[in-house]
């Protein structure tokens, strides 16, 4: 990987493909290779930068406190300083979040936005699917003996029972206390999120059998955005871009390249 010093925050990232770039940040509990299936899809057409945000993966930052905004800025400053004036930014679950605070802080550097499997900024999970995120907290207290249950909540059944390996990613993580502790308190801290004066065009994208965040939520978004797209992934949880990452790049691709169409 290589990596970005910005803000203090030395960020890792993989960069790939050729074409107009386009940015993707990660869940919450993931890191940059939850896109190991998305990224060569999208790198036919596009410049793939796929990056390790703050206590994920390769990514070096200070033991201190932040918050979505920094996150935020950490997305904008990786984008500026790998010579573009703006990108393609497409954010899933946390990540979701965190490109709503781009789009709000610095809209200028979006070209066109995705947000997938997400919900509103500073609205708080258990608003958003009170029972299940009750549920996962009980089952968290022993994610070794809890990932099958865990999982699926992410993947569909059917699918977890064709790819078993996948419920290895909830028995644990690779962050230490601290990592977790800062990660954990994100969602504690209300950024100002004001996207009623974003007019780039954004896709609203789920996955039609998302136990964790309701479409609805998702959808909800388009109440505060100019110019905004929904599609649905058939069949697909609330990680499509692992269990369908050809369906979500097909997807993605339609989106980036329909203004091509249209000019």
């Not at 979701?96 to 997400?118: E, F, K, N």
């Not at 608003?127 to 207290?141: C, P, Q």
């Not at 059944?157 to 909830?170: H, Q």
């Not at 599609?231 to 871009?241: C, D, E, F, K, P």
Request: hydrophobic share 45%; no cysteine; net charge negative.
């Amino acid at each position: 990987m290589q990596s970005l010093e910005a803000n203090g925050v030395v960020t890792a990232y993989e960069k790939t493909g050729r074409g107009e770039p386009i940015v993707l940040l990660h869940g919450g509990e993931a890191d940059h290779s939850m896109f190991d299936g998305l990224a060569p899809a999208l790198a036919a057409q596009f410049t793939v930068i796929a990056y390790d945000q703050r206590d994920s993966g390769a990514t070096r930052n200070p033991a201190s406190s932040y918050s979505l905004a920094d996150l935020a800025d950490d997305a904008t400053a990786l984008i500026r300083g790998l010579g573009y004036d703006r990108a393609h930014v497409f954010g899933t679950s946390l990540g979701g979040l965190i490109a709503q605070v781009l789009a709000a802080r610095h809209p200028g550097s979006i070209d066109r936005l995705i947000l997938s499997s997400t919900w509103k900024v500073n609205k708080s999970p258990l608003d958003v699917n009170a029972d299940v995120f009750r549920t996962l907290a009980s089952y968290r207290a022993d994610t070794i003996a809890n990932a099958p249950k865990i999982a699926e909540y992410f993947f569909p059944p059917d699918y977890l029972r064709a790819r078993p390996e996948l419920i290895d990613i909830f028995r644990g993580s690779n962050r230490d206390d601290g990592q977790k502790a800062r990660r954990g308190a994100l969602l504690a801290q209300p950024v100002a999120a004001d996207l009623t004066g974003f007019d780039r065009p954004t896709l609203l994208l789920v996955g039609s059998d998302d136990r964790l965040i309701p479409n609805a939520e998702t959808f909800a978004l388009a109440q505060g955005l100019a110019r905004v797209e929904t599609m649905t992934i058939a069949n697909a949880g609330h990680v499509a871009s692992i269990q369908a990452p050809e369906r979500v790049a097909e997807a993605v691709t339609a989106f980036l390249n329909s203004k091509k169409k249209a000019a």
